[in-house]
C-alpha cells in the first residue's frame, strides 16, 4: 500500500518536461493590425488594431438591447464590420458576462457591457472578453486588447497582417 518509488521519482521530471516542452513552442506572430473572424457573428471579419496598451478587447456595437433568455441576459445588438461604411450590418447575440468600467485613451470612464465570444486570429480560435461600445468615430472597429493576446502571440509593431491576408470575396 506504499507509494510507487519509481513513479514517485519519474512523474514530476516527465511533469516538468511536457511544461517545458509548452512553453518553447514558437508563438505566432502579429503585427499591428490583423483580421479577427467571429464564427458567432456570421463568421464576420474584422479589421483590428492590436492594442497592447487596452487591456480588454472592444469592438463597434450599435443598437444594444438586453434581452432574456432561460432566465439569463443576454444581448442583442448589431456591428458595422467595415471602416468607414454601414453595410453590411451584422445583427448579433452573445450573452452578458458583466459590465466593467472602462477607461478610454482620452481618460474618460465608461461602463460597457461586456461578452465573451470565440474568435479566429492566426488561424487560432479562443474566447475573449469584448466590450461593446461605440467606435463609429474611430479608425478601427476593433480593438484586440492584450488579455486576447498574452501567452498567444508575439507582436511586431512595424508589420500588418502577418496573421494571414484578407480571403478574398469568393474564398470567404
Not at 80 to 99: D, F, G, M, T, W
Not at 109 to 125: F, G, K, Y
Not at 139 to 166: H, N, Q, T, V, W
Request: net charge positive; glycine share 6%; hydrophobic share 35%.
Amino acid at each position: 500500500m506504499g507509494s510507487n518509488p519509481t513513479l514517485s521519482a519519474t512523474l514530476p521530471m516527465q511533469q516538468g518536461t511536457r511544461l517545458a516542452l509548452r512553453s518553447r513552442l514558437p508563438k505566432p506572430k502579429l503585427g499591428w493590425r490583423e483580421w479577427v473572424r467571429f464564427p458567432d457573428f456570421d463568421d464576420v471579419l474584422v479589421k483590428a488594431k492590436i492594442d497592447t496598451g487596452a487591456r480588454t478587447s472592444a469592438i463597434h456595437a450599435f443598437d444594444i438591447r438586453k434581452i432574456e433568455r432561460e432566465g439569463e441576459d443576454w444581448l442583442a445588438f448589431n456591428l458595422h464590420p467595415v471602416q468607414r461604411h454601414k453595410v453590411p450590418e451584422i445583427a448579433c447575440v452573445a450573452r452578458l458576462l458583466e459590465e466593467r468600467y472602462i477607461t478610454s485613451s482620452n481618460g474618460q470612464r465608461q461602463l460597457r457591457p461586456v461578452v465573451r465570444v470565440p474568435v479566429i486570429v492566426a488561424s487560432r480560435t479562443f474566447d475573449i472578453d469584448l466590450t461593446l461600445t461605440n467606435r463609429d468615430e474611430m479608425g478601427f472597429r476593433m480593438l484586440l486588447g492584450r488579455e486576447a493576446l498574452k501567452k498567444r502571440f508575439l507582436i511586431d509593431p512595424g508589420r500588418s497582417y502577418l496573421g494571414g491576408k484578407k480571403p478574398k470575396e469568393g474564398d470567404q
